[in-house]
């Protein structure tokens, strides 16, 4: 996004586009601008990506289809999870995907290669126009339901929100129904009001997420496996949402830059976390991104302007150097380094990484998608899906950044740094690009990635929470996998059409699979009862009746209470989860206010373990 032609706030007229506003309230996006040139004049070398040529569409495509995880279509292989991930596919992910295949498949018959399938061949539809016509609209729920217009069942009150004592000001967000899904009706109903850009914090509307029976589920809750299947939904998810405001999500190719090997800066996320991971298996944030964090809350949260301060040159240029050669050898004297030095190569950090922390490519849909000014709900959700979309390491990396510039902004009364401040400060950070841009383009994209930035600052406590109508995709696709690959025809032929036959058939396979006891894995335990393992404990094991009432804390208290009874010493699990494993999820760390029969029927397969829930 932010090229080094922009040296100076751009002389432009105001645009009628609802993401401009003046240049004047962007002065701490230019002044970091003219700190970046500075810095990089006094002799930092600039990594310059490798020479890119010229792509067609269909090349585009074909990257788009590796990156949601249908390479198969390209490939023509036969392969279960590329199989398994198209039935599960809502109307408009399938839209979404025919799409892209169809501009694939033109493209390659135009330049005589390879012979491709028709797109009617891959999702198994009639000679109809258009898939939209074939899929039934049909909302996806967390519970596994796909009756149309349905509520989730036994829904929980007010007093079971995310955020309790709802003020008249506030807006409720719903993570159950497919967002693109959602956008197709909206029109018709008039749900989306327009909104002006206004750099205010105040002006952004505060949110309620409702916690179903289910809970809610953090990122870092579900296996990777898992987690992989949920970027590849959320890139087919978040290019549907813009293809249903008309809106192309359009990808240059990837900038491809090559990072370096060993040291800190310049140094892919992937790569720092191989070499951390040396000394802390589970860590999930570079560990000198920690240390930086820690040195700017050790006595700069207070301090006046800490992201707007440049620091000492020649300081910062010694401790980079001793970094580089130091750090992963555990030999560099951190006590030495100043709240003023961290800040500046905190954002040096991200500045030189070899891509972008955030993918600046869609930056221009929603640059188009703010200037139809929709109601922020709608920006909100198209962040959340990016989010969604990013890889383990950017988004575990992007989740911790958020949350230590919220102590900054909580400490605005003394530093005089504003969410807004921090947004601008880091855009050019965060969102870069090597390519260049007019003035103008300059100050619109400025904008945009500071105003998401914004928004990830104010919903951060939300945004890294994963909408439930995808993890109901992935229990479907775990559980599409499993019967494709116990090659039964009439699985595979019904998943090969994929559409009105699944979604009519579904709820009764499902209902079969949850109350035959022929299908159920056998064991001692009879319906309605699960056996809970707590290895680490000394009570390892007990079996659970659970009824309509039960929640994964009453199962954690029974075993504090069986574990500590008649010893002087309390047993403390605050750190232990209740986890589902295996069935139609890889490992599921529960919300403590999740009902388990619920979630019981629908995973009547699982394991339950308690165990210390990963953390950062």
């Given at each position: 996004m932010i090229?080094?032609?922009?040296?100076?706030?751009?002389?432009?007229?105001r645009?009628?586009?609802q993401s401009?506003?003046?240049?004047?309230?962007m002065?701490?996006?230019?002044?970091?601008?003219?700190?970046i040139?500075?810095?990089s004049?006094g002799?930092?070398?600039?990594q310059m990506?490798?020479e890119?040529?010229?792509?067609?569409?269909?090349e585009?495509?074909?990257e788009?289809?590796q990156?949601?995880g249908?390479?198969?279509?390209?490939s023509?292989d036969?392969e279960e999870?590329?199989k398994?991930?198209?039935?599960?596919?809502t109307?408009?992910q399938?839209a979404?995907?025919?799409?892209?295949?169809n501009t694939y498949?033109?493209t390659m018959?135009?330049?005589?290669?390879?012979?491709?399938?028709?797109?009617?061949?891959?999702?198994?539809?009639?000679?109809?126009?258009s898939i939209?016509?074939?899929?039934p609209?049909?909302p996806v729920?967390?519970?596994?339901?796909?009756?149309p217009g349905?509520?989730v069942?036994n829904?929980?009150s007010?007093d079971d929100?995310?955020?309790?004592?709802?003020?008249?000001?506030?807006?409720?967000?719903?993570?159950?129904v497919?967002y693109?899904?959602?956008v197709?009706v909206?029109?018709k109903?008039?749900?989306?009001k327009?909104?002006d850009?206004k750099?205010?914090d105040?002006?952004?509307t505060?949110f309620i997420?409702q916690?179903?029976?289910?809970?809610?589920t953090?990122?870092?809750?579900?296996?990777?496996?898992d987690?992989k299947?949920?970027?590849?939904?959320s890139?087919?998810?978040?290019?549907?949402?813009?293809d249903?405001?008309?809106?192309?999500?359009k990808?240059n190719?990837?900038?491809?830059?090559k990072?370096?090997?060993n040291g800190i800066?310049?140094?892919?996320?992937?790569?720092?976390?191989?070499n951390?991971?040396?000394?802390?298996p589970?860590?999930?944030?570079p560990?000198?991104?920690?240390?930086?964090?820690e040195?700017?809350?050790?006595?700069?949260l207070?301090?006046?302007g800490?992201?707007?301060l440049?620091?000492?040159t020649?300081?910062v240029?010694?401790y980079?150097?001793?970094?580089?050669?130091?750090?992963?050898?555990d030999?560099?004297?951190?006590d030495?380094?100043?709240?003023?030095?961290?800040?500046?190569?905190?954002?040096?950090?991200?500045?030189?990484?070899?891509?972008?922390l955030?993918?600046?490519?869609?930056i221009?849909?929603?640059?188009?998608?703010?200037?139809r000014?929709?109601?922020i709900?709608?920006q909100?959700?198209?962040l959340?899906?990016?989010?969604?979309?990013?890889?383990?390491?950017?988004?575990d990396?992007?989740?911790?950044?958020m949350t230590f510039f919220?102590?900054?902004?909580?400490?605005?009364s003394k530093n005089?740094m504003?969410?807004?401040?921090?947004?601008?400060?880091m855009?050019?950070?965060?969102?870069?690009?090597r390519?260049?841009?007019?003035d103008y383009e300059?100050?619109?994209?400025?904008?945009?990635?500071?105003h998401i930035?914004?928004?990830?600052?104010?919903?951060?406590?939300?945004?890294?929470?994963?909408?439930?109508?995808?993890?109901?995709?992935?229990?479907?696709?775990?559980?599409?996998t499993?019967?494709?690959?116990?090659?039964?025809?009439?699985?595979?032929?019904?998943l090969?059409?994929k559409?009105?036959?699944?979604?009519?058939?579904?709820?009764k396979?499902?209902k079969?699979l949850?109350?035959?006891?022929?299908?159920?894995?056998?064991?001692?335990?009879?319906?309605?009862v699960?056996?809970?393992?707590?290895?680490?404990?000394?009570k390892?094991?007990?079996?659970?009746?659970?009824?309509?009432q039960?929640?994964?804390?009453?199962?954690l208290a029974?075993f504090?209470?069986?574990?500590s009874?008649?010893?002087?010493?309390c047993i403390?699990?605050?750190?232990?989860r209740?986890?589902?494993?295996?069935?139609?999820?890889g490992?599921?760390?529960?919300?403590l206010d999740?009902?388990?029969?619920?979630?019981?029927?629908?995973?009547?397969?699982?394991e339950?373990?308690i165990?210390p829930?990963?953390s950062f």
């Amino acid at each position: 996004m932010i090229s080094n032609e922009s040296l100076h706030s751009p002389a432009c007229n105001r645009s009628n586009s609802q993401s401009s506003v003046d240049s004047a309230s962007m002065e701490d996006f230019w002044r970091e601008i003219e700190s970046i040139k500075e810095n990089s004049m006094g002799g930092q070398e600039e990594q310059m990506p490798a020479e890119v040529k010229p792509v067609d569409e269909g090349e585009l495509e074909a990257e788009w289809l590796q990156d949601v995880g249908l390479s198969t279509l390209i490939s023509g292989d036969e392969e279960e999870d590329g199989k398994a991930l198209l039935s599960t596919l809502t109307r408009t992910q399938a839209a979404a995907v025919k799409k892209r295949y169809n501009t694939y498949t033109q493209t390659m018959r135009k330049k005589n290669k390879q012979s491709v399938r028709d797109v009617r061949d891959v999702f198994g539809v009639s000679d109809s126009p258009s898939i939209l016509e074939t899929i039934p609209d049909i909302p996806v729920h967390s519970n596994g339901s796909a009756s149309p217009g349905r509520p989730v069942q036994n829904s929980v009150s007010d007093d079971d929100y995310l955020e309790k004592n709802i003020p008249p000001d506030t807006e409720e967000l719903s993570f159950e129904v497919s967002y693109s899904e959602m956008v197709t009706v909206a029109p018709k109903r008039n749900k989306f009001k327009k909104s002006d850009f206004k750099k205010e914090d105040y002006v952004l509307t505060k949110f309620i997420v409702q916690k179903t029976r289910f809970g809610l589920t953090e990122a870092g809750d579900l296996s990777a496996e898992d987690m992989k299947k949920i970027r590849h939904l959320s890139l087919i998810e978040l290019t549907a949402f813009f293809d249903a405001f008309g809106i192309p999500l359009k990808r240059n190719k990837t900038e491809k830059v090559k990072g370096r090997d060993n040291g800190i800066f310049g140094v892919s996320l992937t790569v720092l976390l191989d070499n951390d991971r040396k000394k802390d298996p589970g860590v999930k944030v570079p560990l000198v991104l920690q240390k930086f964090f820690e040195k700017v809350e050790e006595s700069g949260l207070e301090s006046e302007g800490i992201f707007r301060l440049s620091g000492c040159t020649a300081k910062v240029k010694q401790y980079r150097e001793e970094l580089d050669a130091k750090f992963n050898a555990d030999k560099f004297k951190w006590d030495k380094m100043c709240h003023r030095e961290a800040a500046v190569m905190l954002k040096a950090f991200f500045r030189e990484l070899p891509t972008s922390l955030f993918p600046v490519e869609y930056i221009p849909a929603f640059i188009t998608l703010m200037e139809r000014g929709p109601h922020i709900k709608v920006q909100f959700q198209a962040l959340h899906l990016m989010v969604m979309a990013l890889p383990d390491a950017n988004r575990d990396t992007a989740q911790a950044l958020m949350t230590f510039f919220n102590k900054v902004i909580a400490n605005e009364s003394k530093n005089r740094m504003s969410m807004w401040n921090i947004s601008t400060v880091m855009a050019p950070n965060l969102f870069f690009s090597r390519s260049k841009h007019s003035d103008y383009e300059e100050l619109l994209l400025a904008n945009t990635a500071a105003h998401i930035i914004r928004l990830m600052l104010k919903y951060q406590k939300i945004l890294w929470k994963v909408p439930s109508f995808l993890i109901t995709q992935v229990r479907r696709m775990n559980e599409a996998t499993m019967l494709l690959k116990k090659q039964l025809p009439s699985v595979k032929k019904l998943l090969r059409r994929k559409t009105i036959e699944r979604e009519v058939a579904s709820p009764k396979i499902s209902k079969v699979l949850q109350k035959s006891p022929s299908a159920r894995r056998m064991s001692d335990v009879p319906e309605g009862v699960i056996r809970v393992h707590a290895p680490l404990l000394s009570k390892v094991s007990m079996a659970i009746q659970l009824n309509s009432q039960t929640k994964a804390k009453d199962i954690l208290a029974k075993f504090q209470y069986e574990n500590s009874h008649g010893s002087s010493e309390c047993i403390k699990i605050q750190n232990q989860r209740l986890y589902e494993i295996g069935g139609n999820i890889g490992q599921h760390c529960l919300d403590l206010d999740a009902y388990i029969l619920d979630v019981y029927h629908v995973n009547p397969h699982a394991e339950w373990v308690i165990k210390p829930q990963s953390s950062f």
